[in-house]
Each structure stands twice: as C-alpha cells, then as structure tokens.
C-alpha cells in the first residue's frame, strides 16, 4: 500500500492544480449546502422567537369584533372567571401623534404591573420606573428612539386620544413591543386623560383598565379549552373573538409547506454539488484510468486500486471541509445580517455543519464508488451510460402522473420524478451530446467533399473533438444541470415574490380600521380626505380540516385588479383560488360546508379564480355576518401620512386604530417573505457556485488536453485556429447546454408547480423572466 | 537544405549532443544510427524544431525555425517539413483519414490531386479499410503507417522519420521503405530518418553514426 500512496503523492505533485480545484470546489458545495440548512433553522428559530415575543407565554387571545357590544375588556374580570387558572394581560391599541411634526406612533397601553405574568421584554438600557413616576413613563423601541432622535431619559409630548401628554424615556428596547408597537405606555395614566371629561372613567378612577384585546397565560396544561369555555360563557366576554395562539402561527407562517420549501432548497443544492463535485473528479480520473489499467496489469488488486480512489477523494474531503467550514460562517452570518430577521439571534447550530459535512462525505464517496464501478466492470460501464434509457421513460411517466394524478399525491410523484429528471440529464446529455455533433459531423464532411475543402475547418475539428472527447461532453452535462437547478430556483423564487407582492397590492385602499362600528365609517365618510369607504369581514375558516383565510366585500372595487373579480358573491356563492380548488379537489357547482366560529355553513363553489391570491371570497350578509373592517381609501394625490393623521383623528375616541392596508397583509407573510429574502440571496450563492465549479470543469479538462493541443500544433495548425478551435467547442457545449436545460427547466418547473399544489400554492410560470 | 551548427544538448547537466555539425542537402536520403542514449532522437527533435539546442543553429533554408512567430512554424510544419515520430502521436478524437487529412485541410489544400494522393498512399500502406477508425482502435503498426501517410499527404520538402518501422513486420517495412524511397526520388523529398535496422539505413544515400553525442567519422 505504501507504493500506491507514494503513487498518489506523485501524482497530486504532478499536477496540483486539479486537486486543488476539487477541494475549493467540495469547499463551495459545503457553503451551499450549510446556508440552505442554516435558513431553515434560522426561520425556525425566527418563526419561534416571534410567537414568544407577539404572544408570550400567552395560550389564547381574546379581542372585539364588529358584533361586540361593549369595545373594551377588563382583565381582572377575565382573572376572576377563570378562578385565576390563568394570568390575563390586557392590551389597549394607542396610536399616538405628534402634533408639530404631524408624525404618528402606534403605541399600547398596559397595566406596566401586570404585564410581565404573560410579556419579557429584554431593554437594551432602562431607568427605574417607581410608582410616583409610572403614569408619566413610556417605554420605547429602538427604532423609535432613533426616528425621533430621543435617547434614554429624554422627556416628549404627543398628542393621546386627544390630549397632550408629556412622557419620559425611561427603557429601550431593541425590537419593538409585541412585535409590532413602538412604545407602550401605562393605561392608568392614559385613562386620567379621559376623567376630566368621563364621569364613568372619573368615577371608576385607576381601576379602570380597558384593554381591547386580552392575552390569556393559562396556567396548568390541558385547561385552555375549559378556559375558552368559561369565558364564552360570561355575558361579557361571549361576543368576543377567540383565538388559539397555536392556531395562529400555523394560519400566519404556514410553517409546514414552508419547511418543505427549506427541503426543496437543500435538495436541490445537492443535485447542483453532486453534479460540480463528479464532473470535476470525472476529468482527474479520467486521466488516470490508464495509469490504473497498468497497475492491475502488473497484478493490483481491485480491492486495492478501489481503496486508492476512496482514499484520495477522501483527502481532499479532509482538507476541503475545514475549509468549507470557515467559509460557512461568515457566508452564514451574511444571510442572517441581509434576510432580516427580526427576533432570531443567530446561533450557529454544530448541526448543521455536521450534516453538511457528513453530505458533502457522501457526495464525495458516491462520486468514487461510481468510478470505481465504471472501472471494474465495463459491461456495467455500458448500462450506466445507457441509464438515461430506463430513467427517461420512467421520469415521462411519473411527469404525466404529476399533473394528472389527485392533488394530494402529487408532490412525492413530483419528488420521484425531479430525482429522475435529474439522472437522465446526468446519464443522458453526453450520449445525446455525442448524438447530434455526429449528425453535424456529417453534414460537414459532405460539404467539405462537395466544396473541395477550401474552408478553414476550425469549427469542423471543434465538431470532432466534442463528438470524440469525454471530458467536454461532461463539460455539457455539468452546464444542463446546474442551468435547471438555477432556472427552477430562480422562477420558484421569482413567482413567490410575485405573488407576495401581489397580496400587498390586492386591496384597492390606503388603509384598514379594524374592528370598526357604524359609528367609525359615519366619521370616515365625512372627511373630504377620503374619497371612498369600503366594508370588509376578514376571518378565517376551516373546510375539511384545512384552516383558510375568508374575505367578504361590500364592494367589487374594494379589490384591486391583481383579483380576478369582475363581481362580488352572491346568496352562498364561493370564490375560489385555484389552488385551494387542487387542494381540496373542488370544481364549479360542488357544494361545501366551512366552519367558520362555532358555525358550519353551506356554500356552492361558483367561480374558481386564477389569481394567486389564497383567500376565499363570499357574502357575509347573506348569512348574517357583519362586515368587521373598514377600508379608507384617500382622494388622488393625498399624502398618505396626512389622511393617516386625519383618520386617526376622526376614530381618537372609537378604541380602534388603522393600519397600512400593504401592512395588513405583511404580518401575514412575515414568514413567507423571509423565505424569499433568503432564496434571493442563496441564489446569487448557488450561481457563483456553479460558476466556479464550471470554470474549474473547463480549466481542469483543457490542461488535461494539452498534449492533444500541442498534436495540433505540431501538425500544422497555428495557435490561432487552436485558439477559435477551442472557442468553438466551449460554443457548442454552451449552446447545447443552455437549449437542452431550457427545455429540462420546463419540466422540472412544471413539476415543483404541480408538486406544491399539494400545499396549496400554485407557481407563476414566471419563465421569461428566468 | 537543412544546415546544424555546432549544436549542442544538455539534459540534468549531462551532454547529450556535443557540437555537431551537418548539412542535409536536397533531394537526400540519410539514415541516422548510433546504440541506445547516443542522441538519435534528440537530434531529430532539433532538427525538426521541436527541440532548442542549448547552443549552434538549425536553419532551414537558411533561416532558424526558433525565430519564427508560432503562425510561421504552424505554416512551416504543413508545406515544409513532414514528421513521423517514435510514438506515432496521432490525435485520438480524429479518425485515421482525419488525421492524415490535417495538414492538408489546414493549409486549404483539398483538391483533386491530393484527392489522388491520398489514396496512392493509403493503398500503398495498405491502410485504407481503417481509414474510418480512430487511434485507439488500431494496432502499433496500423498507426504507424497512418502517421507515415500524415507525414507525406501534403509532399513536404522534408520528412523526418524516427524508426518508421519500428512496429511492422518485414514485408510491411520493405513496403515502406519502397515507398519512401519512390518518394525521395519522384517527388525530391529530403528523408531523414532514425532507425537501428541496418537493412533500413541502407536504403538511404548517406549513413550518419552518432556515438556519444558525436558524429562517427
């Protein structure tokens, strides 16, 4: 065995270069592979963090809707109903402005003793709040701080419900409270505000803690049903709205197809590794299958030559992976800092270094076994090359059964059929490759007769050599691989950005005022800065366990063209996206029961939309739901913190707030957008990588021809022609690479559409823009 | 006329050609011998320009290949001088009618009178029914023969042959050197050639021994 490592040794002396290009490039693959698997973690641990700091530790909600009698709760109530099996918290919307900028700030009124029992917050630095001083505090985030230029300690004036207050910095606290309010303020000093001009609040005095929406902390497992109940059961609280914390993160982030997503990503970083790393460890062992043949000519074992291959690629796995790894981190760190995450501090999991270790180990070992198979037996030699001959038609078929078959197997059809798509362009392109510069072959050397060869035939030798050399038809198989990869990740992450962007833009209005009354639209309606009002319910609902988001309009301009709308839905009329349709199998004229509350109601699907919009659009009136939200959209050219200012100014005393119709959706898929955030710039990532890896693939297989170069040379044909010679074949193995993944991307396209489908998500096709 | 001056080769400091000196003039045949390391084939490389002498000249018609640009040689290599070497060097991705083709298709020379060459010599060498296979499907002796036929198809002024027959059987080779000499009468080629058979270097006009790096007087 020593002479056969002396041998290795040698030959890695000999020519450094390629094992230096293998080991940079089992590096990359490393980074690629660790950044997918860090973001999955990463959004995980947002996801996590974010229902921690929204919610706390609380296990339900309670908040007013349109038919709520009273527009304000009491905790202590909620405390006492529930025997005090659980801490309640209560929180009170207050946006606040100041008067001279005219800026607004969205703000919260707790009960500053309470609202640790279900909220931590982490303050980046505070001063004590004592009881003297409580009334006139106000805790602040970062962000405010730094907009209005204010700093721990330092006093200011806004403008709350309609009366000056002045409030001193006395925390602040790097992300904002909740998740989504820039400061938060003690409610007994808010409601002293109100005593001079409330004889109810006056007579109530600092017990008087209004909240409009309630954070219940239950406190021992398995009660919080029985908690729901007994507040459903109070006259006071059976009106309200219930939520299930754990509800909503699964509606809001939709965490499981997401997940799959992360899946998708890392798989497809492995198809694009697996190809670079082969392709380039192809052309080093290429050049040596007749070195090998010698050896076992001079009597080597197999065994022997076999754990020579293991042991070489193993050594550059050795060296490329602490290198890998170094590079992880910073690269890894780039996407936490350029994503955006809010609540999640990075912290590096070992585990994901040790799994992305452990497959670029495995991609490197399969990378050996294969060669070592090709070398041993040639008649398997035969069948692998001829792989593409089984794979192709058995990808047809798992394609045709994709887009055929119910929705609810598609995607582990889509999953067999891309892993197929996959070996019959590895095994295929080079035969197919090999295929057509025959034929071209031909019809060159016809001319060539007919013409009397009067043509420099550069071009004709580049024909030749493709046709002939191994190592450029891996060139092409490498290039059709990584260009699906990137086409399919570049147009998944195209189409879900489209589609995200089109939520923000799909209601045809400034801004939403939830949990609004009569009372706040006449108030609405009369300012001249507002040209129209709508009403909208937004709920959501479940239909045959699947939770789905719910929209009913007053108005068919409520909506903004991106919908595909011309009318609203009459009687129990339904509207459906087409991909809730694949999802839950539904077609016009099918009736279907939604639970919406504690009710089931009957509707009749009566048009499937084919935007991508995932909310279910019906009539509320028609079965005795009222509208919950008002949409306000100001007259043309109006500036949007000015109708802002005066919409907050019209509802002060209506215990509602407004928010910025684009961000109503934001919340929705602050999850979603992450996700594209990262892709965005794993792409970038994976292009660079691939780029490498094919730069490497060209330099290692033109120094490995060097000698056949210098044949030419030698022959007669000047460096020149060399020169156009090689351009040609670099050509012709682009032209046919690019066609030939352009055609394989449609495929795999198709079929990561029609796989999602299963999820409920329908992809844009945005192909031309790929 | 090919001229040597006083040419000299090192390899790891050891000399391997110690200042020869040679005219070859046109129309010639020589055969060069000398035992195994006398520096045969390095001097055919230097001849050949494949191989700069550490020090002398090698001229070509009175003018030093090594000072030519690459686009000058690359064209001095298809029209002047012919070359077939120890180990054939056939282009594997080329078919054998490819490879004889080369020079020709590079120096825009297909016509009807190589046309005709082509196929005299390929029937000569009997090689014409694996024109269609490539290098590695032949044997030593086919590739031999299709290097030789590579070498002449374009009737360069000089063709340098190191052992020709090294890889043929008897008949092959008198075949061969038959050619070759029919060659270097008909068409006034200057053969120069390496080969250890005396039976081959007889069919030259002038023998040159080399023992030791120096000419044998």
């Known amino acids: 065995m020593k002479l056969f490592f002396k041998h290795l040794k040698n030959s890695i002396k000999r020519k450094p270069i390629q094992p230096l290009i293998l080991i940079l490039t089992l590096a990359l693959a490393m980074v690629v592979i660790t950044a997918c698997i860090n973001v999955g973690i990463f959004i995980n641990g947002e996801t996590d963090e974010r229902q921690v700091v929204e919610y706390g530790t609380a296990d339900f909600t309670v908040s007013l809707n349109a038919t709520s009698k009273s527009r304000f709760m009491f905790s202590d109530k909620a405390e006492e109903i529930l025997e005090n099996k659980a801490k309640v918290v209560g929180l009170y919307d207050l946006p606040v402005y100041f008067s001279q900028t005219n800026q607004t700030a969205f703000g919260v009124a707790v009960d500053f003793y309470d609202v640790e029992q279900v909220f931590e917050f982490e303050f980046i630095e505070h001063l004590p709040i004592t009881s003297s001083s409580v009334n006139e505090s106000a805790l602040v985030s970062l962000d405010f701080a730094e907009k209005y230029n204010l700093g721990l300690g330092d006093s200011f004036t806004v403008n709350v419900l309609g009366y000056d207050k002045t409030y001193t910095i006395k925390a602040i606290s790097k992300i904002p409270f909740m998740g989504s309010y820039e400061l938060m303020v003690n409610v007994t000093g808010v409601m002293r505000l109100l005593a001079s001009d409330s004889l109810l609040v006056s007579s109530l005095g600092d017990s008087f803690k209004p909240s409009n929406t309630l954070y219940v902390n239950v406190l021992e497992d398995g009660f919080v049903n029985d908690c729901i109940t007994a507040l459903k059961n109070d006259a006071d609280f059976s009106d309200k709205t219930f939520q299930n914390v754990a509800n909503i993160m699964e509606q809001d982030g939709e965490i499981g197809p997401m997940n799959t997503i992360v899946y998708v990503l890392i798989a497809l970083s492995l198809m694009l590794s697996v190809a670079v790393v082969f392709c380039c460890f192809y052309i080093i062992s290429n050049e040596r299958t007749g070195e090998n043949a010698l050896f076992k000519a001079l009597g080597a074992t197999a065994s022997k030559m076999n754990l020579l291959q293991y042991a070489e690629i193993g050594l550059y796995w050795l060296i490329g992976a602490p290198i890998g790894l170094a590079l992880s981190i910073p690269f890894s760190k780039l996407i936490y800092r350029v994503v955006g995450f809010r609540y999640f501090t990075a912290k590096f999991s070992p585990l994901s270094f040790v799994i992305s270790s452990a497959l670029t180990l495995v991609i490197s070992v399969f990378t050996a076994f294969v060669f070592i198979i090709s070398e041993r037996r040639p008649k398997k030699l035969k069948k692998q090359i001829s792989l593409y001959k089984y794979t192709l038609p058995a990808f047809l078929l798992t394609f045709i059964l994709t887009i055929t078959l119910p929705v609810k197997a598609r995607f582990i059809l889509c999953c067999i059929s891309e892993i197929l798509l996959f070996i019959t362009i590895f095994t295929g392109v080079p035969v197919i490759f090999k295929w057509i510069t025959s034929v071209i072959d031909k019809i060159l050397c016809k001319r060539q007769i007919k013409n009397n060869g009067t043509k420099v035939a550069s071009f004709g030798y580049a024909v030749k050599n493709v046709k002939q050399v191994r190592v450029l038809q891996n060139s092409c198989r490498l290039l059709s691989v990584i260009l699906v990869v990137i086409f399919t990740i570049l147009t998944a992450v195209n189409s879900a950005d489209i589609v995200i962007n089109n939520y923000k833009s799909w209601l045809n209005a400034d801004f939403a005022i939830p949990n609004s009354t009569a009372s706040c639209r006449e108030k609405i309606e009369k300012l001249d800065s507002v040209e129209n009002v709508y009403s909208i319910l937004m709920t959501s609902g479940t239909i045959n366990d699947m939770s789905i988001k719910m929209l009913s309009i007053s108005d068919v301009n409520a909506l903004s063209d991106t919908c595909d709308l011309d009318r609203t839905p009459t009687g129990n009329e339904l509207f459906v996206p087409l991909a809730i349709c694949d999802r839950q199998n539904l077609k016009i004229g099918d009736i279907v029961y939604i639970q919406i509350g504690e009710s089931q109601y009957e509707f009749k699907v009566s048009k499937l939309r084919k935007d991508n919009i995932n909310v279910v659009i019906f009539n509320s009136e028609y079965f005795g739901l009222e509208y919950d939200t008002l949409l306000a959209d100001g007259v043309e050219n109006i500036e949007k913190e000015l109708l802002r200012n005066q919409l907050l100014s019209a509802i002060a005393l209506e215990m509602t707030t407004i928010v910025d119709c684009k961000e109503l959706f934001n919340r929705l898929f602050v999850v979603g957008s992450l996700y594209i955030n990262s892709g965005w710039f794993i792409l970038p990532m994976m292009i660079l990588f691939a780029v490498i890896g094919m730069v490497d693939n060209v330099v290692i297989s033109y120094r490995a021809r060097r000698e056949e170069f210098e044949l030419y040379s030698l022959s007669g044909m000047s460096k020149k022609t060399v020169r156009r010679m090689i351009f040609f074949e670099l050509l012709l193995t682009a032209t046919f690479g690019l066609v030939l993944s352009l055609v394989s991307s449609l495929f795999a396209i198709l079929l990561l559409d029609n796989g999602m489908r299963t999820f409920g998500y329908r992809m844009l096709l945005a192909f031309g823009i790929a | ?217």
């Open chain 2, 1 to 217: 006329m090919i001229q040597i001056q006083n040419v000299t080769k090192s390899y790891n400091g050891e000399k391997v050609l110690k200042g020869i000196d040679l005219t070859f003039s046109d129309k010639e045949f020589v055969s060069i011998m000398g035992a195994s390391g006398s520096g045969k084939s390095t001097l055919l490389s230097i001849i050949g320009g494949f191989l700069r002498p550490d020090d002398g000249n090698v001229l070509w018609e009175g003018q030093n290949p090594f000072d030519f640009t690459d686009d000058a040689l690359a064209g001095k290599r298809r029209s002047y001088m012919g070359f077939v070497f120890q180990s054939f060097k056939l282009i594997s991705t080329l078919t054998a009618k490819d490879n004889i083709m080369l020079p020709v298709t590079l120096s825009k020379k297909i016509n009807n009178e190589t046309l005709e060459y082509f196929d005299f010599l390929t029937t000569e060498l009997e090689i014409k029914p694996f024109l269609n296979k490539y290098p590695g499907q032949l044997s030593g002796g086919q590739c031999q023969r299709v290097a030789i036929a590579r070498a002449l198809c374009y009737k360069p002024s000089v063709v340098i042959l190191d052992e020709p027959t090294g890889a043929l059987d008897s008949v092959m080779e008198v075949k061969v050197m038959e050619l070759l000499k029919r060659v270097n009468k008909e068409q006034k080629t200057t053969i120069i050639q390496v080969t250890h058979s005396e039976k081959v270097s007889c069919y030259g006009d002038r023998i040159i021994r080399l023992k030791d790096g120096l000419i044998v007087k």
